[in-house]
């Protein structure tokens, strides 16, 4: 929002303010009085809710600000190909072995990571996520100087493949000792993606005869070429990286010819190499990729811990009218109310061998819910070299507060499925429930209290019934509102919404009250004579009606959580070695 917008906003405000200050002023008797004071009131909501309209489009117009607002984002020209080829070559970031280590991890890697842990701490906007990388390097790719005999030399080893566009947050790379690990800038992550690429495909052509100097056939360089094109060009709005060009890349390193049929050796080395360095590109042209050099163990297993911060999509309340969805969604955040439920992406599980997701607890809540999406056309593939189809499972709902998803020989997903795990929370008893419910029956006593007493005198003397009646909005404001945690998943929304009830009931008596004791003849029977507990007032029964509504609401759902989390925690499990006395 810039300087005239910010004034003009100013401005408005301005306005707006001094029109509701003139409308504040009422003339009149006491009865006429009341009745401008509720129509100004009616005109007050009306103004505020056209100050928004109006302040909308610029506020608008802020919240759709582009996170890139430097003018467009340049590309890499096409006289930097060759610079770029030649800086990666001159460096040689990298040797043969690990070369076809490096593309093995990016193309197939559960052949190089065995396990991969991802946990997930719940903040109040954001999440931690650490993924625990177990790995283990054959002895084939070790580049130290006595070959596969000696003690591993380090190597770079890819970690996350985040796609082009994508802004990592506080990332942090550590080893299994905690000490942090080197990680790559972009441009040694693009020099090292080139020399791979370059040292496949030399591989690919070895034994050809129309080879120059650096080992590669006319076709190769042009493959090459176009390759290292896809892989510096940023993913922008105005450039897009499409799947076609991805795919004719490909196409042009898997038609490279083979070499001649008398080395046969070459035929089976060039056929692999051209496999990795199609599936290679593939990858590394649409996705950045975050290297750390890393020293396996003498047996050629490392871990690494790679931490960073999400911030996930908001899912406003879901209505089933959806021209309320935004305003509802807007009243819950407004409450206070967080989510009770979180969805994550399990995009690793298929880079590993066995996969485990575990989301951390939050005091005050369980898993209530757990349940897979979008995965059965996945589990029914076999990943490469697998001896059974993926086998899934969650941990037993027990009461707890840790969420854990467990698979192992998880395939790449299905085309038309993206595989995620959702957990949904509710609060470990006692919780905001039933602080709602407390104060909706306590509400609930004082409107059929008062509004009983009313039906005898209209006017006791005192303006105590008032005070009392104003004691449950007091209460809900206490209890609810003014409790700000700094938590992800926190206070249901129907806690929430209930206690903004009980408030906005308790406010409306007393308001009641006070007019039936100001105003000669307020107020209007019930017909036929009837009564509502007790209550013969039409406007009293309809309060205690939303009061009664209210405090059913509530106290079913308080007394259904309850009985779920009892349960769930008291579910019996063979073997347990643990157990606890309630």
């Given amino acids: ?230 892989i510096i060009t940023r993913n922008t709005q105005s450039k897009k990286i499409s799947a076609e060009d991805i795919r004719k890349v490909r196409v042009e390193i898997q038609a490279l010819s083979d070499p001649p049929q008398q080395a046969q050796g070459s035929v089976k080395a060039a056929t692999l190499a051209r496999k990795l360095a199609a599936g290679f590109v593939e990858k590394v042209a649409a996705h950045y990729v975050i290297i750390a050099s890393v020293k396996p163990g003498d047996d050629g297993r490392f871990v690494i811990r790679a931490s960073q911060t999400l911030i996930p999509d908001l899912q406003l309340q879901p209505t089933k009218f959806k021209w309320l969805h935004k305003s509802v969604g807007s009243i819950t955040v407004a409450l206070g109310s967080r989510p009770v439920d979180i969805t994550i992406d399990i995009e690793n599980a298929s880079t590993c061998q066995s996969y485990h997701l575990r989301v951390e607890g939050v005091d005050g809540m369980y898993v209530a819910e757990q349940e897979a999406i979008e995965i059965s056309e996945t589990l029914d593939k076999w990943a490469d070299g697998a001896p059974t189809k993926p086998h899934p499972r969650f941990q037993k709902r027990l009461g707890q507060a840790e969420g854990h998803f467990y698979v192992r020989y998880f395939p790449q997903p299905a085309q038309n499925e993206r595989p995620r795990i959702r957990f949904r929370y509710s609060e470990t008893p006692p919780g905001s429930l039933l602080r709602g419910a407390v104060t909706s029956a306590a509400c609930l006593f004082l409107v059929w209290l008062i509004g009983a007493i009313t039906n005898f005198n209209t006017d006791p003397g005192t303006d105590a019934p008032a005070v009392l009646l104003a004691f449950p909005a007091v209460a809900a404001t206490w209890l609810g509102f003014d409790r700000r945690g700094g938590r992800l998943v926190e206070g249901t929304f129907e806690a929430r919404r209930g206690l903004l009830y009980s408030a906005l009931i308790s406010i409306g008596a007393a308001g009641l009250f006070m007019a039936h004791k100001q105003i000669d003849n307020f107020g209007t029977p019930l017909p036929w004579s009837a009564n509502l507990l007790g209550v013969q007032d039409l406007y009293w029964a309809m309060l205690l009606l939303f009061a009664i509504a209210n405090f059913i609401n509530l106290g079913y759902k308080c007394m259904v959580d309850t009985w779920e989390y009892c349960e769930l925690a008291g579910r019996p499990q063979v073997g347990n070695p643990i157990a606890r006395r309630g």
């Fill in 1 to 230: 929002m810039n300087q005239q917008e910010k004034a003009r906003r100013r401005r408005v405000i301005i306005v707006v303010i001094a029109l509701l200050i003139i409308g504040m002023v009422g003339y009149g008797t006491l009865v006429d009085t009341w009745v401008s004071a509720v129509v100004r009131a009616l005109l007050l909501i009306i103004m505020v809710l056209l100050l928004f309209l109006v302040l909308k489009p610029m506020d608008q117009k802020a919240c759709t600000m582009r996170p890139t607002p430097f003018g467009e984002v340049h590309q890499v020209g096409d006289d930097q190909i060759e610079e770029a080829q030649k800086n990666a070559g001159t460096l040689q970031l990298v040797d043969l072995r690990q070369a076809k280590l490096f593309a093995l991890a990016i193309t197939a890697p559960s052949d190089v990571r065995k396990r991969v842990v991802d946990s997930y701490s719940l903040g109040e906007r954001s999440v931690r996520q650490t993924a625990t990388i177990e790995a283990f390097v054959r002895k084939q790719f070790n580049g130290g100087s006595n070959g596969s005999n000696s003690s591993f030399a380090p190597v770079l080893f890819p970690i996350l493949t985040p796609p082009k566009g994508r802004l990592l947050d506080n990332l942090e790379v550590v080893g299994s000792d905690g000490e942090a690990l080197p990680v790559l800038t972009y441009r040694e992550s693009v020099y090292v993606a080139i020399s791979v690429l370059r040292l496949l495909l030399t591989s690919a052509c070895k034994g050809q005869i129309d080879v120059d100097a650096a080992g590669m056939t006319p076709a190769a360089l042009k493959a090459e070429r176009n390759a290292v094109k896809l």
